[in-house]
C-alpha cells in the first residue's frame, strides 16, 4: 500500500523553464512534507519541508506547494538548472510531536534538464 | 560536516551468506535508519531505532536483523542473503523527522 505516491517516473525541461513534480498522499494524517534530491551513487539530501499549516514554503529556486484538501504537494524549480537532474523523492510523516521519527518516501521522479 | 559513513560503497555476496551492512554516525543522534531503494518502489524502510539496543520493524523487515549496540553505530544483517535482496541500501539518521541525513548508500548484490 503505497500511502506516498509520485507518478511521474521521469521528467524532462528544458534549462531556463519551470520544473514541476508532483507528489500525491493517502494518509490524512500526514502532517508534514520534505522533498529529497538524490544524486547517482549518492544518498539523498535533504531540500526543502513544509507543515500541513501552510500552503506554501520557497526558498531560493525551490517553492514546495500543499494542497491539504486534494492530498496533493508540488515542487517547483524555477528556473531550472543542469544541476537539477537527480531523482526527487517526496517524503511525509506524522506525529513528530509525539516522538513519530518516521518518513514515508514516494516512488521518486528522475528529473532531467535540458542544456 | 556531519556525517553517516556506510562501510562498504559495494558489496557482491553469495546467496545463503550472512551478510553486515554496517553505518556510523558522528552527530550524536538519536535516531537511525535502514531504507532500501528499488527502481519503481523508492525507499522502503526496514528497521529503524530511537535509541541503544532499541529496534522496530519497518515496512519491509523480512529477511532482515538490526543491531545497535552503541548510539553511533546501526547494523543491518541479512540472516540468509538472497537473490531479491539485492538492491541499493541507504543508512539515515536523525534527531527528528524534519531532516534525515543519508549515507551514500550500499549496492549489494546478491549472486
Known amino acids: 500500500d503505497q500511502q506516498v505516491k509520485q507518478n511521474s517516473p521521469s521528467l524532462s525541461v528544458q534549462e531556463g523553464r519551470i520544473s514541476i513534480l508532483n507528489c500525491d498522499y493517502t494518509?490524512?494524517?500526514?502532517?508534514?512534507f520534505l522533498w529529497y534530491k538524490k544524486y547517482p551513487a549518492e544518498g539523498p539530501t535533504f531540500l526543502i519541508s513544509?507543515?500541513?499549516?501552510?500552503d506554501k514554503n520557497e526558498d531560493g529556486r525551490f517553492t514546495v506547494f500543499l494542497n491539504k484538501s486534494a492530498k496533493h504537494l508540488s515542487l517547483h524549480i524555477v528556473p531550472s538548472q543542469p544541476g537539477d537532474s537527480a531523482v526527487y523523492f517526496c517524503?511525509?510523516?506524522?506525529?513528530?510531536?509525539?516522538?513519530?521519527?518516521?518518513?514515508?518516501f514516494g516512488t521518486g521522479t528522475r528529473l532531467t534538464i535540458i542544456p | 560536516d556531519v556525517k553517516v559513513t556506510q562501510s562498504s560503497r559495494y558489496l557482491v555476496k553469495r546467496t545463503g551468506e550472512k551478510v553486515f551492512l554496517e553505518c556510523v554516525q558522528d552527530?550524536?543522534?538519536?535516531?537511525m535508519f535502514w531504507y532500501r531503494q528499488d527502481p519503481g518502489l523508492g525507499l522502503r524502510l526496514i528497521y529503524f531505532?530511537?535509541?541503544?539496543?532499541?529496534?522496530e520493524k519497518g515496512d519491509i523487515p523480512e529477511g532482515y536483523s538490526v543491531s545497535r549496540e552503541k548510539k553511533e553505530r546501526f547494523s543491518l544483517i541479512l540472516e540468509s542473503a538472497s537473490t531479491n535482496q539485492t538492491s541499493m541500501y541507504l543508512c539515515?539518521?536523525?534527531?527528528?523527522?524534519?531532516?534525515?541525513?543519508f549515507g551514500s548508500g550500499t549496492r549489494l548484490t546478491v549472486v
Open positions: 539515515a539518521s536523525s534527531w527528528d523527522n524534519y531532516g534525515y541525513t
Open positions: 494518509n490524512s494524517m500526514f502532517d508534514y
Open positions: 513544509i507543515s500541513s499549516i501552510k
Open positions: 517524503a511525509a510523516s506524522w506525529g513528530a510531536n509525539f516522538g513519530n521519527e518516521k518518513l514515508t
Open positions: 552527530m550524536d543522534h538519536e535516531n
Open positions: 531505532s530511537y535509541d541503544v539496543k532499541m529496534k
